[in-house]
């Protein structure tokens, strides 16, 4: 399994909040808004036999529709990843739906919301998407599209990763924190069998 980072990305064009044609994201790469085509290429690499490429899935999110508003819509996008590969996606706030989603060998594209109300982000101080590939005891291991040096020493976020090439690690009530203002907050993927 491959890690995507959209940092490494910034040549590949990724229009997004369409809706607005003259805005700088509509002008924009997958190292500025494809943190979403990231996780789901992860996603991907860990369901679905085969090798999936950055291009293809940047253009399925723009064929969609997931590119209308910044960033990645993945209630859309979900449902193209679902029909274009085989899979089931449930929406969920509930923390329990995405431990059990991993405990059955599915994955969680977790839609953190950054900053908020006194609190600071732990993957992003703005919207950002993240995978999660599997949970032990109170313990995720996540991978992060948009990881850089220092990026969990910051103030804040001290203490609450541990990173180790390219797992971050984080207990999932963090998960739960960094979702409180999104709905939802998990995207839970399986592979039909596991449905």
Known sequence: MRYWNQLDWPDVPYPTNMKDPQSEMAKGNIAR?????????????????????????RDLAVSCGANMDPGTDMKIFGKALCEAYGLRMVMSNDLKDLTDCLKAGGKVIVNTGGDHDGYTGVFSHGGHYILVLSVHDDTAA?????????????????????????????NVRILEEDTQNRDPGYYCFYRMEEA
Do not use: N
Not at 36 to 47: N, P
Not at 151 to 163: D, N, S
């Open 142 to 170: 996540v991978l992060d599209p948009s990881w850089k040096e220092g990026k969990y020493e910051e103030e804040g976020r001290q203490g609450k990763v541990r990173f180790s090439w390219p797992f971050a690690y984080c």
């Open 33 to 57: 808004a494809g943190c979403g085509i990231c996780s789901a290429a992860m996603m991907l690499d860990a369901l679905v036999e085969g090798v999936h490429e950055m291009r293809d899935l």
